[in-house]
């Protein structure tokens, strides 16, 4: 199935490329207004946002590819949702209303919009990933791309 081979692993590879790409922009839009992100939601960023899309690329690369597309589909749903939450939700600077006009406005409001296509489509394709490889186990020799 999908999930266990060279060309499976390429797409874990682009889905985790578009989701740094996306959210490395929204990132430098974040300094512009400026809109700071709060102890906690660094902390969120640094651990869900950053480290684990690459630990699910790690996982991909195991004999149990399964368990890698599952994290994969976790770590982009709870970046999606913690986005949607901040960006569109709850009332915080870091809410697209509350960015001032000017310069760093249509920017900011872009590059969240992204970040939530981007999160939320990616969570989507992994977790397809996820259930079409289920059970699967990557033979020693394929390659892993």
Same mark, same amino acid.
Request: aromatic share 8%; net charge neutral; charged share 10%.
């Given at each position: 199935?999908?999930?266990?081979?060279?060309?499976?692993?390429?797409?874990?590879?682009?889905?985790?490329?578009?989701?740094?790409?996306?959210?490395?922009?929204?990132?430098?839009?974040?300094?512009?207004?400026?809109?700071?992100?709060?102890?906690?939601?660094?902390?969120?960023?640094?651990?869900?946002?950053?480290?684990?899309?690459?630990?699910?690329?790690?996982?991909?690369?195991?004999?149990? +590819?399964?368990?890698?597309? !599952?994290? #994969?589909? &976790? @770590?982009?749903?709870?970046?999606?949702?913690?986005? =949607? /939450?901040?960006?569109?939700?709850?009332?915080?600077?870091?809410?697209?209303?509350?960015?001032?006009?000017?310069?760093?406005?249509? +920017?900011?409001?872009?590059? !969240?919009? #992204?970040? &939530? @296509?981007?999160?939320?489509?990616?969570?989507?394709? =992994? /977790?397809?990933?996820?259930?079409?490889?289920?059970?699967?186990?990557?033979?020693?020799?394929?390659?892993?791309?």
């Amino acid at each position: 199935m999908a999930g266990v081979t060279a060309s499976g692993s390429r797409v874990g590879i682009a889905l985790v490329a578009l989701h740094f790409a996306a959210n490395l922009a929204h990132g430098g839009v974040h300094q512009g207004p400026p809109v700071p992100l709060s102890s906690v939601q660094t902390g969120f960023v640094v651990v869900v946002v950053t480290i684990g899309p690459l630990a699910s690329l790690w996982l991909l690369r195991t004999d149990r +590819p399964t368990f890698g597309w !599952a994290t #994969l589909a &976790a @770590v982009l749903l709870a970046s999606f949702v913690f986005g =949607a /939450a901040f960006h569109y939700v709850l009332a915080t600077p870091d809410h697209v209303a509350n960015v001032p006009a000017g310069t760093w406005k249509l +920017p900011f409001e872009a590059t !969240a919009a #992204l970040v &939530a @296509v981007v999160d939320g489509g990616g969570a989507i394709a =992994a /977790a397809w990933y996820a259930v079409t490889s289920a059970g699967e186990r990557r033979p020693a020799d394929e390659p892993t791309a």
